[in-house]
């Protein structure tokens, strides 16, 4: 499978984004799909997961702004950031076949830059 995340960018803190990552080559519903990002300086995070199952999780200290959603026809894996804070500034990735901490499958990143 081959993911293309889209829709970072450069929002002022308390504003909201939508990150997208298409899936091609199989359907998001093969896998569990998921996000993580990784802040300058800092190790890679996981951030959330949807399972084949549509069962969602989302990191505890997201809870509450972040959620994940999947949209079978489109055949993508969508993130909503709202509440976006300056620590939110990271570049976010898509993967694929998550277990745990890790994936199998890389999507290239989008830059999410939240300004004070």
């Known amino acids: 499978v081959q993911l293309q995340a889209s829709g970072g960018g450069l929002v002022q803190a308390g504003g909201s984004l939508r990150l997208s990552c298409v899936a091609s080559?199989?359907?998001?519903?093969?896998?569990?799909m998921g996000w993580f990002r990784q802040a300058p300086g800092k190790e890679r995070e996981y951030v959330a997961t949807?399972?084949?199952?549509?069962?969602?999780t989302v990191l505890n200290i997201l809870k509450g702004r972040f959620s994940i959603s999947r949209d079978n026809a489109k055949n993508t894996v969508d993130l909503q950031m709202n509440s976006l804070r300056p620590d939110d500034t990271a570049v976010y990735y898509c993967?694929?076949?998550?277990?745990?901490?890790?994936?199998?499958?890389w999507g290239q990143g989008t830059q999410v830059i939240v300004s004070s």
């Open positions: 993967a694929a076949d998550i277990v745990g901490s890790n994936a199998v499958y």
């Open positions: 080559g199989r359907s998001v519903r093969d896998y569990s």
């Open positions: 949807i399972e084949r199952s549509g069962t969602t």
